[in-house]
C-alpha cells in the first residue's frame, strides 16, 4: 500500500511562490516516476510536471519556465517549485507515482490547495 502527501498548498498573491512538497511511505520511492497534476473547479484534471526514476523531466507548457520539480530519493519527497504564479494557476494540486517494475502500480495523494488571488 503506498501511501502520498502533499503539503504546501496555500493562498498566495500573483507573481508570488509556493513550494509543494510530496512524502512517499510504503514505497520504493527511487524506482517510482512521480508526477503532479491539478484540477480546477469544472475543469478536467491535467498533468503539470513529471520526473522519472531516472530525473528526466517534462512540463506542461502552461507552466514551463515558471514551475520546477524535483526529487530527494533520501527523503522520499517529489517537489514542486511554483513561481511567477498567476490566478490561473488555482486548482487543487495531485501528487501522483507510478512504479517502473509495476506500470499498474499507480498511487495519488490527497491533494493540496493553490490558490492565486489578489
Known amino acids: 500500500q503506498v501511501q502520498l502527501v502533499e503539503s504546501g498548498g496555500g493562498l498566495v498573491r500573483p507573481g508570488g511562490s509556493l513550494r509543494l512538497s510530496c512524502v512517499g511511505s510504503?514505497?520504493?520511492?527511487?524506482?517510482?516516476?512521480m508526477g503532479w497534476y491539478r484540477q480546477a473547479p469544472g475543469k478536467q484534471r491535467e498533468l503539470v510536471a513529471t520526473i522519472t526514476s531516472g530525473r528526466s523531466t517534462n512540463y506542461a507548457d502552461s507552466v514551463k519556465g515558471r514551475f520546477t520539480i524535483s526529487r530527494d530519493n533520501a527523503k522520499n519527497t517529489v517537489y514542486l517549485q511554483m513561481d511567477s504564479l498567476r490566478p490561473e494557476d488555482t486548482a487543487v494540486y495531485y501528487c501522483n507515482a507510478v512504479s517502473t517494475l509495476d506500470r499498474q502500480r499507480e498511487s495519488w495523494g490527497q491533494g493540496t490547495q493553490v490558490t492565486v488571488s489578489s
Open positions: 510504503r514505497i520504493i520511492f527511487s524506482i517510482y516516476n
